[in-house]
């Protein structure tokens, strides 16, 4: 009996002796854990902030590029002709040259309308902080110019008023790299930005009725460079991408994310 | 001379050396208190040792002594939990509390006599009382240092030394203030080294929390 309670005794001290050593070792991984857990999300930062960084830098060569195309191709072309409707004038033949003046003044006025798009174009990521759809719009707008595509643009859902900046400039990225791929790779017509809302979710897809690809093949090769991008990208947001695409019957891309 | 150097009053004392050499120039308040308590302490030790020498009752002076512990321990948690919540009300129910039982245990010295022979008329059952209280204090301490977005650095945490060295001394030394009054204690050799064993945890651990707190201090400068 006295065996017994002294085994109960010695049992119980040594409880109370070695629960405050659990305790404390547990505090010690626990604290760890954290520690590298911080260590971890404030690494996460650093990639976000830099990969952010890299698209807002893409977001301006590329305005600067369209820029630069524009200027050569369409207000570089205008200047030219209202130059040699000028010089042609012939001020004897007071009719004919009132006709040249007036087609020069229209020409210049079309230089003018196209350079205050290029203005607001040379905001670059200002564009984004119209807010996506906008920013989209504008994007829109200059590949039709272009007469090659036909762009459908179809907005589900109205996107909730507080957007988030960092986000839509990502998004923003990926959609100049689908369409930067169509244009190049493609040999679309047709090209069709849906944007879905709900449920504090947003759904980007981009299709076109080009020639499409083999999506296993492209993936495997350095040819599917564009699309790790906008996969890479999508994944800093914390968003999924799909892309389906079948040879001759288009490409789908479309990128799923938490919004705002 | 040499029969005053147990092995709890080199530990105490060491820690009070510890405490006056890095806690002196210490701005927080609560943890300067740390220097005085200690030597509360020391001093009630060795005149303890005195009384027990020359064959007199120690019990009152653990009695009076206790008073300071309970209050410097308290202040300390409220310094910790403060950084947390507001513990003005925890702290002061908890020193309410070990007032009624303090008083109550006073008045009544019986309560504990009627069970066992009383030891040299130590307030047993309010020392029980802080064991548990601060115990829980310290582990509710470390719920919250757990719970906090925070990590601490635990190699050079101050707070978390002292909490651990409290918790360790309370948490374990419970038991062994139960086992002293309950119906006929067990008189086991083994016992003795316990207290010891928990005295050099809490002091040891308190002298490395006084020695963070000074490298807090100056890398903060």
Redesign the interface.
Same mark, same amino acid.
């Given at each position: 009996m006295d065996k017994d +309670?002294?085994e109960i /005794? +010695?049992s119980? /001290?040594l409880i @109370? *002796?070695m629960?405050? &050593?659990f #305790? %404390?070792a547990y &505090?010690?991984i626990?604290?760890r854990r $954290? $520690?590298r857990y +911080?260590e971890e999300k404030a690494l996460m930062k650093l990639t976000f902030e830099s990969e952010l960084l890299k698209t807002q830098l893409e977001v301006q060569e590329q305005t600067m590029q369209t820029i630069g195309a524009d200027l050569h191709d369409n207000i570089g072309q205008l200047l030219s002709l209202t130059s040699l409707t000028l010089n042609s004038i012939e001020l004897d033949n007071e009719a004919k040259a009132r006709q040249k003046i007036d087609a020069a003044i229209d020409l210049t006025v079309r230089s003018i309308k196209e350079m205050r798009l290029l203005g607001k174009l040379l905001q670059g990521d200002q564009l984004v902080k119209l807010g996506l759809s906008e920013a989209i719009r504008y994007e829109i707008n200059w590949i039709e110019r272009s007469g090659q595509h036909t762009v459908n643009y179809l907005n589900d859902g109205e996107l909730p008023a507080a957007s988030s900046p960092d986000k839509d400039l990502v998004l923003f990225r990926i959609l100049q790299e689908m369409l930067n791929n169509i244009i190049k790779h493609a040999q679309a017509t047709e090209i069709t930005i849906r944007i879905d809302y709900e449920e504090g979710y947003l759904k980007l897809a981009v299709s076109d009725n080009g020639i499409g690809f083999d999506v296993a093949d492209v993936t495997h090769h350095d040819a599917g460079m564009g699309l790790q991008n906008i996969k890479k990208r999508a994944a800093i947001i914390g968003g999924a991408t799909t892309i389906s695409s079948v040879p001759g019957a288009g490409t789908c891309v479309t990128v799923l994310t938490l919004y705002p | 001379m040499l029969v005053y150097l147990t092995c709890n009053t080199i530990i105490e004392l060491a820690c009070f050396s510890f405490a006056l050499i890095f806690l002196t120039r210490d701005k927080n308040v609560i943890w300067k208190l740390a220097i005085v308590y200690l030597l509360i302490t020391c001093t009630t030790e060795l005149y303890a040792i005195y009384l027990k020498l020359d064959d007199k009752e120690n019990g009152w002076l653990y009695n009076i002594s206790i008073i300071f512990e309970a209050l410097f321990i308290s202040g300390m948690f409220y310094s910790l939990f403060n950084k947390h919540f507001n513990s003005k009300p925890i702290i002061l129910i908890g020193l309410a509390l070990f007032a009624i039982i303090y008083c109550w245990e006073i008045r009544d010295p019986e309560i504990i006599s009627n069970i066992h022979e009383r030891d040299g008329g130590f307030n047993d059952f309010t020392n029980i009382f802080m064991s548990i209280l601060f115990a829980v204090y310290s !582990?509710y301490y !470390?719920l919250l %240092?757990?719970k906090d977005d925070?990590? /601490?650095s #635990?190699k050079s945490s101050a707070n978390?030394w002292w909490a651990?060295g409290t @918790?360790?001394y309370y @948490?374990?030394s419970? &038991?062994?203030n139960i *086992?002293r009054i309950i119906p006929h204690p067990?008189r086991?050799r @083994? *016992?003795m080294y #316990?207290l010891p064993i *928990?005295n050099w945890i809490i002091y040891g651990f308190w002298s490395y929390s006084f020695i963070c707190r000074r490298w807090i201090r100056t890398s903060v400068r």
């Open positions: +309670i002294r /005794i +010695i119980s /001290i @109370f *002796l629960v405050p &050593i #305790v %404390l &505090i010690f626990q604290n $954290k $520690k +911080i | !582990f !470390f %240092l757990l925070e990590y /601490i #635990v978390f651990a @918790f360790c @948490f374990g419970s &038991i062994i *086992l067990p086991y @083994f *016992l #316990v *928990l």
